[in-house]
């Protein structure tokens, strides 16, 4: 079993509506749960950072962390082209080292 | 702005010819990564620099080296690229004291 489990589906949404991503890790030492959002042929781009359970939200954008469930979420709230792009989710531990997901390809009609 | 800057943004290169790829970073953090992704792939940590301490991924190939000569800088070097070498190579900084990592725009390897 892969320590950090993401459907690597693509996603196509219509602009306007509500995106959703989740991620599962088996790894209990993990402390620290990131988004990261990558356009195509570009780096990651850190989307959204916490360390503790429940939501974090940043304008459009929430992320949940649900430790005892072992389970993330990200969700993109009315989605707009401009956020279609690969989001990765990743976790660490503390060691100066990530666990990433394969990734969600995402695309937001117009 | 504090950032992660890597060059060249895309390489060519020949099978078998020695490629250095660099990275440099103004956030003045004191780990680096190098990453090796390729195409519908997560990033996969090849070694990182926690100061000047190099500590390299068990699967990491013998062909890829790094070298961090100060704080700013970080260089890696293929000694011989093969077809399969072909990927992006992502730089990523964080502090010790936090476990975000922070993605320079990445260099795109190509291998004739």
């Known amino acids: 079993q892969k320590e950090v489990e993401q459907d690597p589906g693509p996603l196509s949404v219509p602009e306007g509506a509500i995106v959703s991503l989740n991620c599962t890790y088996s790894?209990?030492?993990?402390?620290?749960f990131m988004w990261y959002r990558q356009y195509s042929r570009k780096g990651p781009e850190l989307l959204m950072y916490t360390y503790s359970s429940g939501n974090k939200e940043d304008g459009r954008f929430t992320a949940q962390v649900d430790k005892s469930s072992k389970y993330i979420s990200l969700f993109i709230r009315d989605s707009q082209p401009s956020d279609s792009a690969t989001y990765l989710c990743?976790?660490?531990?503390?060691?100066?080292?990530?666990?990433f997901g394969k990734g969600n390809q995402v695309v937001v009609i117009p | 702005d504090a950032m992660v800057i890597q060059n060249p943004r895309y390489q060519v290169t020949q099978f078998g010819k020695p490629v250095t790829l660099s990275c440099s970073q103004t956030?003045?953090?004191?780990?680096m990564y190098w990453y090796q992704q390729k195409s519908s792939q997560a990033p996969k940590l090849l070694f990182h620099?926690?100061?000047?301490?190099?500590?390299n991924e068990a699967d990491t190939p013998d062909n890829f080296q790094s070298r961090r000569p100060n704080t700013s800088f970080c260089f890696l070097d293929i000694r011989s690229p093969g077809l399969g070498d072909a990927a992006m190579y992502l730089c990523a900084t964080s502090s010790v004291s936090y476990n975000e990592q922070f993605f320079g725009p990445g260099t795109r390897l190509t291998v004739l």
């Open positions: 790894n209990s030492a993990f402390q620290y």
């Open positions: 956030l003045n953090h004191n780990v």
């Open positions: 990743a976790m660490g531990d503390g060691n100066n080292r990530l666990a």
């Open positions: 620099y926690y100061d000047k301490d190099f500590n």
